[in-house]
């Protein structure tokens, strides 16, 4: 029997249990195929014991509208950058990649499906220039990986971020509102973006366009005759002022934990507030609501087409590349060409000329 390991990395996204569905049953129609699955990313191989699950039909029968993934994940750490704590209790790391190239081998691994996001592939590039039999598939809500047309998971986000605009406009309106709603988006503001447009919000900031305060306050204004109007802001984790800084809750531990990106909402109501702006505000912070629960449809389709594509990669022996979707097909592209930028929202997409277009504010000008 010759044997896949399969993981899940970074941050959970819907659509995860999907592809795993979708590798096993794939691989199911060849007789000489395993597939195991590694808890929480490389942790499960690293850990003395080992943590590893075999992945057969009946493991993963009916989990392919399951949130989540069944074999869990982490965003912390990883093989080139395992964190111990040194004698000072200060935490360290450690390189840890040939002892799982190692232990892979003792283990039967054949070949290594890593779904992933920006992070995990570059891992995945760096074991794969190391020697090992490896696959990506991308993964993330904020859909800011290039040389894909499409994660899976961000139209599931972009769905559940639109459901709350949607039912914070009758709350608004009915009070006389500002409403703040605040969705994921470190580096690209696609949720964000798309969220705005879908739920007709009034302003969308994102963090590839610092705002001018000022000019959002005018914006606000507009919507308002005297106390009479709503608002609805649409605010991205990353975005910031012209000038200012991003809203972090925590800063990064190296190897031990990524920076937590939020406040972004309650920061700029201080500075409408600042700026002199009289209306009520309310802040919502949609969070991890936009990671949880059962995919759409769509990312469960785009997701058992990247897990079957996966699989025949490796029968295909294409290693170091990912599984993409560039419309109509879904292909192979280099992990390095994965890697190598990341997919934010430019001036020049029709989506910022759509949203424009119909009179969102972006609040530049
Ligand atoms: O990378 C995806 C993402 O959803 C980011 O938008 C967000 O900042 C991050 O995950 C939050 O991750 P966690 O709180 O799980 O560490």
Not at 143 to 172: C, E, H, M, P, Y
Not at 227 to 232: A, H, K, L, Y
Not at 270 to 298: K, M, N, S
Request: proline share 3%; glycine share 10%.
């Amino acid at each position: 029997m010759k044997r896949a390991l399969v993981l899940t990395g970074g941050g959970d996204c819907p659509g995860l249990n999907a592809v795993i569905r979708a590798i096993v049953k794939r691989a199911a129609q060849e007789k000489d195929w395993e597939v195991i699955g590694s808890i929480q990313a490389f942790n499960g191989v690293l850990w003395e014991p080992t943590e590893i699950r075999i992945l057969d039909e009946s493991a993963v029968a009916g989990i392919h509208y399951q949130g989540g993934t069944i074999i869990e994940t982490t965003n912390k750490g990883g093989p080139f950058a395992w964190p111990i704590k040194n004698r000072d209790g200060e935490i360290e790391t450690v390189d840890r990649s040939d002892e799982l190239i190692r232990k892979l081998q003792f283990l039967g691994v054949e070949a290594v499906i890593n779904i992933g996001g920006d992070g995990s592939q570059r891992i995945s590039q760096a074991l794969f220039e190391k020697g090992l039999n490896i696959i990506g598939v991308p993964k993330t809500i904020d859909n800011d990986l290039s040389a894909t047309d499409a994660t899976f998971g961000f139209q599931t986000a972009v769905q559940i971020s639109t459901d709350a605009v949607d039912k914070l406009v009758t709350t608004a309106a009915s009070h006389n509102r500002v409403l703040i709603v605040e969705v994921m988006g470190r580096d690209a503001g696609w949720i964000a973006l798309h969220a705005a447009v879908g739920g007709g919000a009034d302003i969308c900031l994102i963090p590839e366009f610092p705002y001018d305060i000022n000019v959002v306050l005018e914006k606000v204004n507009q919507r308002f005759k005297r106390d009479r109007g709503f608002c609805i802001i649409v605010i991205a984790e990353g975005a910031m002022p012209k000038d200012g800084q991003i809203s972090l809750m925590e800063k990064e531990i190296q190897g031990f934990a990524n920076a937590r990106y939020g406040g972004v909402a309650l920061a700029l109501r201080q500075q409408l507030v600042a700026a002199g702006c009289t209306h009520d505000i309310r802040e919502t912070v949609l969070g991890h609501l936009q990671r949880g629960g059962i995919p759409i449809a769509y990312d469960r389709v785009l997701a058992t087409q990247y897990g079957v594509k996966a699989f025949e990669m490796i029968l295909d022996k294409e290693y170091g590349r990912m599984v993409a979707y560039r419309h109509p097909d879904i292909l192979s592209v280099p992990l390095t060409e994965a890697i190598s930028t990341y997919n934010t929202v430019k001036e020049s997409d029709y989506l910022v000329r759509a949203a424009l277009g119909v009179g969102i504010s972006f609040g530049e000008r």
